[in-house]
């Protein structure tokens, strides 16, 4: 399920926003820049080296599609806990039918990339990654202009409507920096998710890609998701 910008709804959003004249003025170049790049296809995946280097916890999840019954627990905790407005997500499920018949749910949301492409487009530098490799945007920076949901390969990335900036999966910085899990991970009845430190070798998540063969979601891209997948169905990695 990709979340598409609302053009209309972006503008109006925008102009109503409390900026002083400055980030107006930067506000209505950059977006009218980044809507001609857009509709150009000029806008590409600036590629730069690893970042891992410089990571902390280097936050990782691994989902386990065997054990997604499409509940949508997930989708629901997360909309719960972070607000989300109706009509767009940070996560999300996707069915597949498999040539024998079997009916797969495959979760999907933001794969905090050790090579973000949504990260370089940033006019203003409002998305970043944090020194736990999770990416992140600052909502006092972002000025809606959608270049990092058009960069992103995955379709994690919305308009928020409410906030009027571009939105998605935090892995709920805010909960784990208090020792909690996010909350997708801590609803799922099934287990099918498991979130936690690559830096820490004991780890669950680390102890998983160790043992089990797993996949990320369009590797080709060179982003590197931090998302990894047991018995991922060719039919979701297109």
């Keep these: 399920m990709s979340n598409a910008v ?12 409390r900026v002083d004249t400055k980030r107006r003025e930067l506000l209505k170049t950059v977006t ?10 000029s806008v590409t995946v600036a590629r730069g080296e690893s970042r891992r280097s410089r990571r ?7 989902i386990d599609v065997d054990k997604c019954y499409g509940c949508y627990a997930c989708v629901v905790a997360c909309a719960n806990e972070n607000n989300v407005p109706v009509g767009v997500f940070r996560t999300w499920i996707e069915r597949y039918v498999k040539p024998d018949g079997t009916v797969v749910f495959v979760p999907k949301q933001c794969n905090h990339c050790e090579n973000p492409s949504c990260v370089d487009v940033c006019p203003v530098n409002a998305t970043y990654v944090n020194e736990d490799g999770i ?51 801590e609803a799922c009845p099934t287990g099918a998710r498991i979130f936690g430190s690559l830096e820490d070798e004991e780890s669950e998540v680390s102890r998983i890609l160790r043992t089990t063969k797993t996949e990320q979601l369009k590797k080709w891209t ?15 990695n297109t």
């Design 6 to 17: 609302d053009e209309t709804r972006l503008e109006h959003s925008s102009s109503g926003k």
């Design 32 to 41: 009218i820049a980044a809507g001609l790049m857009l509709a150009s296809g």
């Design 56 to 62: 902390g916890k280097r936050f990782a999840m691994v």
């Design 135 to 185: 990416v992140l945007i600052n909502d006092e920076l972002c000025i809606g202009c959608g270049a990092c949901i058009q960069n992103c390969p995955y379709g994690a990335r919305f308009f928020n409507p409410i906030k009027g900036v571009a939105d998605k999966c935090t892995f709920c910085s805010h909960r784990i920096y208090q020792g909690l899990l996010p909350a997708c991970v």
């Design 222 to 236: 060179g982003n590197d998701p931090q998302i990894f997948y047991k018995s991922l169905p060719g039919e979701a």
